[in-house]
DNA sequence: CCCGGAACCTGAAGGC
DNA sequence: TGCCTTCAGGTTCCGG
């Protein structure tokens, strides 16, 4: 579910609640949810930490212990709640509590969703590309990513290796605001289109971000509000009703495996 | 390289 | 009311 816009949120409003703050306790309800290392030696590794930073790189939250790193990937269905006691919840996966007496947890109906402790996480985010709303990602960096590469603009916006943290409803977004077709070839795009998928690219983002991301289902804030965007999408989910630019019904079609939604006139 | 499809899971929603 | 199908914000693996 949840894309850089609705990860930057989490992570701007958890930031002030729970840095500085040791990790008493955890419990896992489904050990299943931690990628590495094994359950065991994650509750080992994770107890008595201080939350140092709390921060983000793609989708990943990112939270810098005085030893290690405690990762976190929400894929479809995960969420983080700061609680003020525990709740009995069926889809309850891990348990944080903290020195304060909250409990900071995850819940993921789906089952998709991961933790991960690690001692240095520059290995593990070595794949990923630029983050793009960082100030120093410019139209130059956009068209080095997109150099060579064979496929269509839809996936390459999805290859989190290309740029990190766009998931299907924001390049959709970014897409329609450059006016580019989603199964356009990234080779075929001129200096303008690049320049105009760069800018489509972080208005896309920045908008989802200034209301606090997108809630379709799943997604909540950490105290359990929805996010707003969902009420400014241009395209996403706008199947059969007009395009804002010219009128003419958005089109769903189902490409590379997802449904992609765009308007078939001013998306070229 | 690139693409499509399946797999990983558990619902919600719509059609009949 | 109940059964069946489809769809879902992500990622990875496998085969063509």
């Known amino acids: 579910m949840p894309e850089l816009p609705e990860v930057e949120t989490l992570v701007q409003e958890l930031r002030p609640q729970v ?28 107890k008595g ?5 709390v921060r983000r790189r793609g989708k990943f939250l990112w ?17 983080l709640f700061l609680l003020p006691m525990s709740e009995p919840d ?4 891990a348990d944080f509590v903290m020195d304060d007496g909250r409990i900071l947890r995850f819940q993921d109906l789906r089952k ?30 956009l068209a080095r990513q997109l150099a060579g590469r064979r496929g269509r603009l839809k996936a390459l916006l999805l290859n989190q290796s290309v740029m990190a943290g766009i998931g299907n409803i924001y390049a959709d977004e970014a897409l329609w ?25 972080r208005e896309a983002l920045l908008a989802g971000l200034r209301h606090h991301g ?13 996010g707003a965007h969902q009420r400014y999408l ?19 079609q189902v490409l590379q495996g997802r449904s992609a939604y765009f308007c078939p006139v001013c998306q070229r």
């Open 90 to 93: 069926p889809h309850a996966r």
């Open 234 to 252: 241009r395209v996403y989910g706008r199947a059969g009703r007009p395009c804002f630019r010219c009128g003419t019904p958005i089109v769903r």
């Open 177 to 201: 605001r450059a006016g580019l077709h989603p199964m356009r070839s990234a080779a075929s795009l001129n200096g303008e289109e690049i320049r105009r998928l760069w800018k489509g690219i």
């Open 214 to 226: 997108t809630t379709i289902q799943w997604y909540r804030r950490p105290e359990g509000s929805s």
């Open 49 to 53: 930490r201080i939350i140092r930073e």
């Open 19 to 46: 840095t500085g703050r040791r990790i008493d306790d955890v419990i896992l309800h489904w050990p299943g949810c931690v990628a590495t290392p094994s359950p065991r030696a994650f509750i080992r590794r994770m």
């Open 112 to 141: 998709f969703g991961r933790l991960y402790w690690v001692p240095d996480p520059e290995p593990f985010f070595r794949p990923l590309g630029p983050e793009p709303l960082d100030p120093r990602f410019r139209p130059e960096d």
């Open 63 to 79: 939270f810098v212990l005085d030893h290690g790193a405690w990762l976190v990937h929400l894929k479809m269905t995960g969420r």
